[in-house]
């Protein structure tokens, strides 16, 4: 059964003539019959070509932290576009934009813009790789850190039962066309792993540049951080003077205003931010702790870009934050993400299947298996089949999560309590009919 109704059918054509596969990023293609079209969004929905609704939980990747075309942020935006948006120079709104971010921030001393969050962590490491004088940047198994070639090593795309010992783990490379020269400069760890982390800081201290790392692993499920691992990394970065980058991409303006520095109490060397700053306007940021500044301040590290700072991403982080900082919308994500994961964990147990929901209420998924992920390569436990086919369910019905258990659930401020129940009911029909078909589900690659 295809997800597309009639006219989005036709839309997808025209698309495909237009877009390869349809589509202007490969993360939206769910293949020929079910790849969606949508005609516009609002509050905590979305709704396709054909006029079919749905509860979006999975708000572009994240960035959509207030709702679909919240007015705020969209008149402020209307009103910057109207006075110019490139300029060779500084403008107004960049600085008011970078003193709202530093001011609920707190720990940074200054910043730059950029414009995607491949950009941004792409720029922190080279950055950390210029101030160290040093070439080796350590990652953990499942985090994707941007589309560039110095990351693009055991992503969560990669094979979760094929990453090697775990003493010696090998960087999985996710894509064709990277320079194999590029994996001597990159080593991977599973995430969680204090033992670990500890053993290689002290093998390979002396030559690392930066440890870059999702403080909440925001591309596998939402694994939280274990007690300790995050402040243990951060003592053994200052101990071998080693930056540490947070890539705050998705925790950043998501989990609080101080994103995982607020939430977890560690404070980076540099953080990159970018999705839920601007409520979904392309826009991204670097901040840095004050023994970094110097290192673009001097020169000699590169670090441009021609839309950078731009008037409308700049409006749209600054409307946003006005919008985040009295708290309520913070509290309505809480409320409305732990009812949800709630109300899942309650159903998931009413009949009797392994699994666990695992996040924060802002951003959590769910693991269809025995016991509770720490690390990605728990997900060579994952029932994949599972969870996708009782997803593309929920869909069906109007209610739209990844369908990929991966990447984690979002929550908006926008989203109500009548999409909750509305949730919880779909979830629970869905979950009923695939554990009744269970046997005769195709698996995730015949999809």
């Not at 016991?371 to 009782?390: C, K, S, V």
């Not at 979950?431 to 690659?445: K, N, Y």
Request: charged residues 20%; proline residues 4%.
């Amino acid at each position: 059964m295809s997800l597309q109704g009639p006219t989005t059918a036709k839309w997808f054509e025209r698309a495909r003539g237009a877009l390869v596969n349809g589509v202007s990023s490969g993360f939206r293609y769910w293949g020929d019959n079910d790849t969606l079209v949508i005609e516009r969004g609002y509050a905590g929905h979305v709704v396709d070509m054909d006029g079919k609704d749905y509860i979006d939980y999975q708000l572009g990747f994240g960035p959509v932290i207030l709702g679909h075309g919240d007015e705020y942020v969209a008149d402020a935006v209307g009103r910057a576009a109207s006075s110019g948006t490139v300029f060779a120079m500084t403008q107004r709104v960049e600085i008011e934009a970078a003193e709202k971010v530093l001011d609920v921030l707190g720990w940074p001393t200054a910043m730059r813009f950029t414009n995607t969050g491949t950009e941004a962590t792409m720029h922190a490491i080279r950055l950390a790789r210029g101030w160290t004088a040093r070439d080796l940047v350590l990652k953990f198994e499942g985090a994707y850190h941007g589309a560039h070639d110095y990351m693009l090593y055991s992503t969560a795309s990669a094979p979760a039962g094929h990453l090697g010992s775990r003493l010696r783990p090998l960087p999985i490379q996710a894509s064709s066309g990277i320079p194999d020269a590029l994996r001597a400069y990159v080593r991977t760890l599973p995430y969680n792993d204090i033992e670990l982390l500890s053993e290689f800081f002290d093998d390979h201290g002396h030559d690392l540049a930066a440890v870059i790392v999702e403080p909440m692993a925001g591309n596998f499920l939402g694994v939280l951080p274990a007690p300790g691992f995050l402040e243990e990394m951060r003592r053994l970065c200052d101990e071998h003077e080693v930056v540490l980058i947070f890539d705050e991409v998705k925790t950043g303006f998501r989990l609080g205003l101080q994103g995982a520095v607020g939430a977890f109490g560690v404070v980076p060397d540099i953080a990159t931010y970018a999705k839920a700053m601007g409520n979904g306007f392309p826009v991204a940021a670097i901040a840095l702790a004050e023994k970094m500044v110097e290192g673009w301040s001097l020169g000699g590290i590169a670090q441009a870009g021609t839309y950078s700072g731009n008037a409308v991403a700049a409006a749209a982080v600054k409307a946003t934050i006005e919008r985040l900082e009295d708290g309520s919308a913070f509290r309505r994500i809480e409320q409305t993400g732990t009812a949800i994961m709630k109300g899942l964990e309650e159903r998931l147990a009413a009949h009797g299947v392994d699994a666990a929901v695992v996040g924060h209420p802002s951003m959590f998924s769910i693991f269809m298996g025995e016991g509770t992920p720490i690390e990605f390569r728990d997900l060579a436990h994952h029932d994949a089949r599972i969870y996708n086919n009782m997803v593309y369910a929920m869909i069906e019905h109007g209610v739209a999560p990844c369908p990929d258990a991966r990447e984690p659930w979002f929550t908006c401020a926008a989203h109500t309590d009548e999409d909750v129940a509305l949730t919880l009911e779909v979830f629970e029909s869905a979950l009923e009919s695939t554990i009744a078909r269970a046997g005769d589900l195709p698996s995730v690659e015949d999809d």
